[in-house]
């Protein structure tokens, strides 16, 4: 489990490039995998400093049928990776540039105000350009485009490390995400 810092779950295609498959934060579990197989499928890599706190698979195990609420919470767990990973598809494979990049940002806000590192409009956003491209199927230099475009629209703007969400409404409203 992450602790402090940022990470990347990749992989490589065959011409080299690079999909990143998600981003995790502090309080994601980066090998949940483990529980059930022998070894992770796809690598990590750290995108800043970080700090982990690593679990013995034979004391989950055990646990876990010492009380069998572990047992649901790695299956809540599991199935929410899953719906994120389906979210993302469906971002990749019928949203435009401007709708991934608004939830891709408003994804990692919400993750990020749910662990306490985020406030109502800001969090810290150590991610370069090239690693959101991956992320999002898209060139970096569509992302600095779609970047600077949502700077001149004053929807957000990024400063020493830090994302301001200026207008979130407006960001929420390019990313098709409707609050209930």
């Not at 490589?12 to 995998?33: K, M, N, T, W």
């Not at 400093?49 to 989950?60: E, T």
Request: charged share 25%.
């Amino acid at each position: 489990m992450l602790r402090s810092g940022w990470a990347a779950r990749f992989t490589h295609v065959p011409d080299g490039r690079r999909q990143v498959l998600s981003i995790l934060v502090p309080g994601d579990i980066a090998g949940a995998e483990l529980v059930i197989q022998p070894s992770i499928r796809v690598p990590v890599q750290a995108l800043t400093d970080i700090s982990y706190c690593a679990f013995d698979v034979a004391d989950l195990k055990e646990i876990g049928v010492e009380d069998p609420s572990l047992v649901w919470s790695f299956l809540d767990i599991c199935t929410s990776g899953r719906k994120d990973t389906e979210a993302r598809l469906v971002d990749l494979g019928r949203r435009n540039a401007e709708q991934r990049l608004a939830r891709f940002i408003a994804d990692l806000h919400r993750r990020l105000r749910r662990h306490g590192i985020a406030d109502e409009s800001s969090m810290p956003f150590p991610l370069r350009q090239q690693t959101i491209a991956d992320a999002l199927g898209l060139t970096q230099v569509h992302v600095s485009r779609v970047m600077s475009s949502f700077r001149e629209s004053n929807v957000l703007k990024v400063i020493g490390g830090r994302l301001f969400i200026k207008d979130m409404e407006a960001l929420l409203d390019i990313a098709e995400i409707y609050r209930r």
